[in-house]
């Protein structure tokens, strides 16, 4: 855009030509009636985008795989795009109906209490799609901060988390760097937070290389960690460290070391993000329970106007099936969904019933 001299609040006019075959004389007056039909853009437009963008293509061919059979030929993807287009105007009605079925006794406290949870569901989900449109980089995945670093010679991958009160190395980092020997067992004992792990015992001293810097650092060598070691608040404290994001750096004593790139890291943390449950999204996406990482299709706006499929409820992993009080239930299919997609739905948000019910209505 800086090549081309363009500022912001400066319009841009688009023309896309299908270059791979002469236009045709009756198209004009095809989009045209394609356009005024209902609203939607020209489905021959879609196409021609869908072709020249190997990116979007993929992304709808994996929200709709039928789109894949029939986006070669103008009137096969036409009609597969009207078909999607009348299941999406139906949906809306259904639920128009249904809203108007619960508003037909306005005395009806459950049928009242439906309806604002309903609401409350479009906001919900409005407010998603407001933050995957306008913020989306608060849905991507932030990768951990690590440093390379030397214990008595052996290179090790180190954790910086400020948020740990002391340096914590695991028993296998231990005995490969030669300090296991060092372990004070009078230090033992359990640590307790949101779970337990075994402290075996405590190296007082012990020469680290950070950079081109050797500092004496203390380790406590405990079980239970996923990360061979840890540099905690202790260590960062003592040495005066910096952690500089601006720069991507560590700061310790004017010397900077640059953090680890995302292909750099340990894989058992990124492991432990793919295990989180997640939910469904707008546009076929799926977002993480924990981390809230949009997974799946990318949320860019340049996303062709193909309607997506109506998301389904995650299925939980197999296993023994749950079972859900049939109050619960009920409440569900009351709202007009089957009982197999209430009993997933709850599955899937762990028996509760308004995320459930929010699961549902994002479809």
């Known amino acids: 855009m800086e090549q081309l001299s363009i500022g912001d609040g400066e319009m841009l006019a688009l023309h896309v030509r299908d270059t791979s075959r002469p236009a045709a004389a009756p198209q004009p007056a095809r989009q045209a009636n394609t356009q005024a039909r209902g609203g939607y853009p020209d489905p021959e437009t879609i196409r021609l985008q869908l072709l020249g963008n190997p990116e979007m293509r993929a992304q709808a061919v994996s929200q709709r795989p039928e789109l894949a059979r029939v986006i070669e030929n103008p009137e096969l993807f036409a009609q597969a795009l009207q078909r999607m287009q009348d299941q999406e105007r139906d949906e809306q009605n259904r639920r128009r109906q249904h809203i108007a079925d619960l508003n037909a006794d306005p005395f009806d406290i459950d049928a009242q209490m439906r309806i604002a949870e309903m609401i409350r569901e479009e906001r919900v989900q409005e407010n998603l799609q407001n933050a995957i449109e306008h913020n989306p980089e608060v849905f991507g995945r932030v990768h951990m901060?690590?440093?390379?670093?030397?214990?008595?010679?052996?290179?090790?991958?180190?954790?910086?988390?400020?948020?740990?009160?002391?340096?914590?190395?695991?028993?296998?980092?231990?005995?490969?760097?030669?300090?296991?020997?060092?372990?004070?067992?009078?230090?033992?004992?359990?640590?307790?937070?949101?779970?337990?792990?075994?402290?075996?015992?405590?190296?007082h001293s012990a020469q680290i290389k950070i950079g081109s810097m050797f500092l004496p650092c203390s380790f406590t060598v405990m079980e239970g960690k996923d990360v061979d070691l840890l540099l905690g608040l202790?260590?960062?404290?003592?040495?005066?460290?910096?952690?500089?994001?601006?720069?991507?750096?560590?700061?310790?004593?004017?010397?900077?070391?640059?953090?680890?790139?995302?292909?750099?890291?340990?894989?058992?943390?990124?492991?432990?993000?793919?295990?989180?449950?997640?939910?469904?999204?707008?546009g076929g996406t799926t977002i993480g329970g924990r981390s809230g990482v949009v997974s799946g299709p990318s949320t860019s706006s340049a996303t062709p106007s193909v309607t997506p499929a109506p998301a389904a409820a995650a299925r939980p992993p197999a296993q023994a099936p749950p079972t859900f009080p049939q109050e619960s239930v009920d409440q569900l299919v009351a709202l007009g969904f089957s009982r197999e997609e209430a009993v997933n739905a709850l599955a899937a948000c762990g028996g509760n019933v308004e995320y459930a019910a929010g699961l549902l209505f994002q479809g």
């Open 234 to 282: 202790d260590m960062l404290k003592r040495h005066q460290a910096c952690i500089d994001l601006s720069r991507d750096k560590l700061v310790i004593q004017g010397v900077e070391v640059s953090f680890l790139g995302e292909a750099d890291i340990p894989k058992n943390m990124e492991e432990e993000r793919a295990e989180e449950p997640k939910v469904a999204g707008p």
């Open 145 to 203: 901060l690590y440093i390379d670093v030397e214990v008595n010679d052996h290179k090790v991958k180190a954790f910086v988390d400020s948020g740990a009160q002391a340096t914590i190395m695991s028993p296998a980092c231990a005995e490969a760097c030669g300090i296991m020997r060092l372990v004070d067992k009078r230090f033992a004992g359990i640590a307790r937070g949101v779970g337990t792990a075994a402290i075996l015992g405590r190296v």
